[in-house]
C-alpha cells in the first residue's frame, strides 16, 4: 500500500500507542506496541471544491454528542483521495459537487462512539475497527455546484430501509441522486454499503491496518 504522494498538504502520521485492545468490558486498555506508520492526505487538497460537513464533530448526528474536536478534517489514505477526486472530476460535468460528512476517524474515537451506541451494524466494534479508521471510507451526498444539498431518500446517518440502496420508495428526484452517486462511486472503484446510500469504501478497505492517530491541526 504504497500510493504515490503528490498533492498539497500531507499530513504524514507517524507512530501511536493508542487503545489497540479493550478488556472483557470493553474498555480500552493502554499498550506501549506501536501502530504501523501511515500518510493520510487532506482531501480538500485533492478535491478543492469538495464540500465539508463533519458532522461527528457537532452534535448534528445520530450519537447526539460532538466527538470530533474542531480541529476535525477530511483525512483519507491517498488513494482514497485520488479516487474521490475522479468521482468529483466525473460529478461536476454534470453539475454537481460532493460534500463529505465523515472521512477518516481515529479508532479511539471509535471506542468512544462504541461506548456511546455498542450496537453492531450502527456503530463498527473497535476491536476490529471500522474502515473510517483505516482512512479507506468515506461518507458524502452530492450538493449543487453552488454547494446546495439535493434530496435523497434520508438525511445522514438514517439507518432504515429508506436508506438502502435496493429503497424504491421516496421521490423519483431522491433515487436518481442517489443512482448518480453510486455511478460515480463504482465508476471509479469504490464499493457501495448496501444498507447507507452515502457509504463507501476502498475494496480493499479491510486489509489496511487501523489507524489511531488523533486529528492535528492544519
Same mark, same amino acid.
Given at each position: ?6 498533492? *498539497?498538504?500531507? &499530513? =504524514?502520521? *507517524? ?9 472483557? =468490558?470493553?474498555?480500552? +486498555?493502554?499498550? =506501549?506496541?506501536? +501502530?504501523?506508520? =501511515?500518510?493520510? &492526505?487532506?482531501?480538500?487538497? &485533492? ?6 460537513? @463533519?458532522? /461527528?464533530?457537532?452534535?448534528? #448526528? ?8 474542531? %480541529? ?18 466525473? @460529478?461536476?460535468?454534470?453539475? $454537481?459537487?460532493?460534500?463529505? /460528512?465523515?472521512? $477518516?476517524?481515529?479508532?479511539? &474515537?471509535? $471506542? ?9 451494524? /450502527?456503530?463498527? #466494534?473497535?476491536?476490529?475497527?471500522? #474502515?473510517? #479508521? ?5 461518507? @458524502? %451526498? ?8 439535493v434530496e435523497m431518500p434520508t438525511p445522514f446517518d438514517t439507518f432504515t430501509r429508506a436508506a438502502h440502496h435496493g429503497y424504491e420508495g421516496g421521490t423519483e428526484a431522491s433515487r436518481k441522486h442517489r443512482e448518480i452517486l453510486r455511478e460515480a462511486m463504482e465508476g471509479v472503484g469504490f464499493k457501495r454499503n448496501r444498507?447507507?446510500?452515502?457509504? /463507501? ?5 479491510? +486489509? ?11
Open positions: 500500500m504504497t500510493p504515490r504522494l503528490g498533492w *498539497g498538504v500531507v &499530513v =504524514a502520521l *507517524g507512530l501511536s500507542s493508542g487503545p489497540a485492545l479493550a478488556n472483557d =468490558a470493553g474498555t480500552p +486498555k493502554a499498550t =506501549a506496541a506501536p +501502530k504501523a506508520a =501511515a500518510s493520510l &492526505v487532506d482531501a480538500t487538497t &485533492v478535491v478543492p471544491d469538495l464540500v465539508v460537513d @463533519l458532522r /461527528y464533530a457537532t452534535a448534528d #448526528n445520530f450519537l447526539k454528542r460532538k466527538v470530533y474536536p474542531d %480541529t476535525a478534517r477530511c483525512l483519507l489514505l491517498p488513494e482514497s483521495a485520488e479516487r474521490l477526486k475522479k468521482a468529483a472530476d466525473v @460529478l461536476r460535468a454534470r453539475g $454537481y459537487r460532493l460534500k463529505v /460528512y465523515d472521512c $477518516y476517524r481515529p479508532r479511539a &474515537v471509535q $471506542y468512544q462512539m462504541w461506548e456511546i451506541m455498542p450496537v453492531p451494524g /450502527y456503530v463498527a #466494534n473497535p476491536r476490529t475497527g471500522s #474502515n473510517h #479508521n483505516r482512512g479507506g471510507a468515506v461518507d @458524502l %451526498t452530492l450538493t449543487t455546484l453552488e454547494g446546495q444539498e444498507m447507507e446510500w452515502w457509504h /463507501y469504501d476502498l475494496p480493499d478497505a479491510k +486489509k489496511r491496518p487501523v489507524l489511531d492517530v488523533p486529528f492535528s491541526p492544519p
